[in-house]
Nanobody, 120 residues
């Protein structure tokens, strides 16, 4: 069973930075894509940033130019560098990976999340 373990969350002041890490128990290049989601109480989980197996990245508008998704395939680790943090970035951040089984089906893996708290 694939495991994803996040780390790097914490409490910071507005304008500061954090880097989240997600270590996978397997070769991350087997995943079609890897993503960072976030969720606050009472709200749906939101896709923040994604990276395909080819390295193509995508960001939600609210974090563009502030967040950077990257990976180290030698460490099977996905990162999310978060700069210029704002109070509205406060959330539990989840690592997600998708693995294609065939043309139709795919498996989804989730980490347990890491809490990021940004105070003004």
């Amino acid at each position: 069973q694939v495991q994803l373990v996040e780390s790097g969350g914490g409490s910071v002041q507005s304008g500061e930075s954090l880097r989240l890490s997600c270590v996978a128990s397997t070769n991350i290049l087997m995943f079609t894509n890897m993503n960072w989601y976030r969720q606050t109480p009472g709200k749906q989980r939101e896709l923040v940033a994604s990276m395909t197996s080819f390295g193509t990245t995508h960001y939600t508008d609210s974090v563009k130019s502030r967040f950077t998704i990257s990976r180290d395939t030698s460490k099977n680790t996905l990162y999310l560098q978060m700069n210029s943090l704002k109070p509205e970035d406060t959330a539990v951040y989840y690592c997600h990976a998708e693995e294609d089984e065939d043309m139709i089906n795919s498996k989804h893996y989730w980490g347990k999340g890491t809490l990021v708290t940004v105070s003004s």
